[in-house]
């Protein structure tokens, strides 16, 4: 006879958050289950973060002309646009990077013609959307909400990323595929535990020391497609390749292990391996080879034709077909370029910053200024500026958010902070492997979302285990036996609203030199923080 037990879930009568991070045994918890009020709050996050990415988008210019990095790429966007889509790009000779940036570039172009709209329509419609995925992505990690509805503050009011969904360039691009792979990987583990439940459940889980086959899996399918694309857009996407792919097999592992699957790690190489190599390795390379599409099927694409006429055709790869190896020839050149691209061969830019420097914000970048007369601030001299800059109640935070999450990943094993932190050390790390070359801020535009994920698990913590506030938003049972929010929920909550409060007055005080309204020479100064914002 099937014993009865009591419904409520033991972690809520233990008195604490319905998801342990590290159960001893899985808990039947495959994610948030508050659909229609989570897509409320989703969606008029969204929308705000829609108005200030759209709100006067077409300015500034430079006399009706792209600003800094746009002049290569809204030129570039309109010739694939225009030229069967091929960048030719006449005045500089070499493309330096991969085509799908510039594709999405060019469908704003399409729509708008060749104008600030125009190049800047679909940076705009990615930073909202990444605001978008944000939000559900930590609202399923955290099975809240109103920890979710805290990532999208976040990152609305970050001046990074704010900058970046503004100007036609390429890096919000790469950032929203990179957030939405983690997110398809994120639902693929929680299904992956709802079917290793169902087996568990079916008694089948000693039917090999294996444990289960998982079957077909089309989030982590997506997943490998949008990493494609992020490569498709620079050739950095690759660092999240590898990361997302063994992140991948972590989760796999960690279900196997909860599980108590006989040979958790023999399951993992014989069930998981081949198909997270087809899903996260193979099919990103032909993604991005798919990108080419217009380069492999025009007749004057730069390089289109270097075999037999830059290099041999024989060799120990003459069986390769000439228009991949006249493509991987067209790689070298470009990767030859970016490794000129050095401190010690004399190249530097006044804005240039190392990797160190990202994680809180500490060199920022000069996107547009103008000094004129124009007497729109109020007096004689005005200053019209555009500043790369995270927004400084965020960023300065960094440090020992991530040093709070390397904490919770390894003494509390919450596998939360382990998937932020190996999505952002994938955008941060490798850059310290080749500490001579140029580098830019904007680098860090993928890093962006993870940091703002980073800080509203920070602030569920602070928050304490399940507020009476929290399981409302969040869709958690309000059982009647839990007492009411103590005083330290009380605290936390408060000290969470003012830091919030603190992040949007900070954003509110950055908002003339993120979008060029004109301001004082004085005000322009006050502005500038630090003496490496100058």
Excluded at 44 to 51: C, E, I, K, M, Y
Excluded at 477 to 485: E, I, R, S, T, V
Aim: charge should be positive; aromatic fraction near 14%; proline fraction near 7%.
């Amino acid at each position: 006879m099937t014993q009865v037990t009591d419904a409520r879930p033991p972690a809520v009568e233990a008195g604490v958050a319905l998801s342990s991070p590290a159960p001893l045994r899985p808990s039947p918890d495959f994610g948030p289950t508050d659909w229609a009020r989570g897509w409320v709050v989703t969606l008029f996050l969204t929308a705000v973060a829609g108005l200030t990415r759209f709100i006067q988008l077409g300015y500034p210019t430079e006399g009706h002309t792209p600003v800094f990095d746009e002049k290569h790429y809204a030129p570039q966007a309109w010739q694939a646009l225009t030229n069967g889509g091929v960048e030719d790009n006449p005045g500089y000779g070499l493309v330096v990077h991969p085509p799908v940036g510039k594709q999405m570039i060019a469908i704003g172009e399409a729509i708008f013609g060749y104008s600030p709209w125009g190049w800047r329509f679909m940076a705009a419609v990615s930073g909202t959307l990444l605001v978008l995925l944000v939000i559900r992505i930590t609202r399923r990690m955290a099975r809240s909400t109103l920890i979710g509805a805290f990532a999208g503050i976040l990152l609305i009011a970050d001046g990074l990323t704010f900058v970046s969904s503004r100007l036609g360039m390429l890096d919000i691009f790469q950032a929203l595929f990179v957030v939405a792979a983690f997110g398809c990987l994120i639902v693929d583990r929680d299904e992956m535990r709802a079917r290793m439940a169902l087996v568990a459940a079916e008694g089948r889980l000693e039917d090999s020391e294996f444990g289960p086959r998982f079957g077909v899996r089309w989030w982590r399918f997506g997943a490998g497609i949008l990493l494609g694309l992020a490569c498709g857009t620079k050739w950095s996407g690759a660092y999240f390749v590898v990361a997302f792919a063994a992140l991948s097999l972590g989760f796999d592992l960690a279900a196997r292990r909860g599980y108590r699957v006989r040979r958790p790690w023999a399951g993992t190489a014989v069930r998981d391996l081949g198909p997270t190599a087809w899903a996260l390795g193979v099919m990103p390379v032909f993604v991005y080879l798919a990108s080419f599409w217009a380069w492999f099927a025009a007749e004057t694409s730069y390089d289109r034709y270097a075999v037999g006429v830059r290099v041999g055709r024989g060799g120990d790869f003459s069986w390769v077909p000439d228009a991949l190896r006249s493509l991987w020839y067209y790689g070298g050149e470009v990767l030859t370029f970016h490794e000129g691209l050095t401190n010690s061969a004399g190249n530097h830019h006044p804005w240039e910053s190392k990797p160190w420097t990202w994680p809180m914000g500490l060199r920022p970048m000069l996107y547009y200024y103008s000094d004129s007369s124009s007497g729109d601030c109020g007096q004689n001299q005005c200053v019209k500026a555009v500043m790369l800059i995270g927004t400084p109640a965020i960023w300065w935070l960094a440090l020992p958010v991530f040093g709070w999450a390397i904490w919770r990943s390894f003494v509390r094993r919450d596998w939360r902070y382990a998937a932020v932190l190996v999505a952002y050390g994938a955008g941060l790390l490798p850059w310290f492997l080749q500490l001579d070359r140029q580098m830019y801020y904007f680098y860090a535009v993928p890093l962006a979302p993870f940091l703002m994920m980073a800080v509203a698990l920070v602030l569920g913590d602070v928050l304490g285990h399940a507020p009476a506030i929290g399981r409302r938003l969040s869709g958690q049972p309000d059982w009647q036996h839990l007492a009411p929010p103590s005083e330290r929920q009380g605290l936390g909550l408060m000290l969470v609203c003012l830091y919030l409060a603190l992040v949007i007055a900070n954003f509110i005080w950055l908002w003339p030199i993120l979008t060029g309204a004109p301001i004082t020479p004085g005000s322009w100064h006050d502005h500038l923080w630090l003496p490496s914002w100058r």
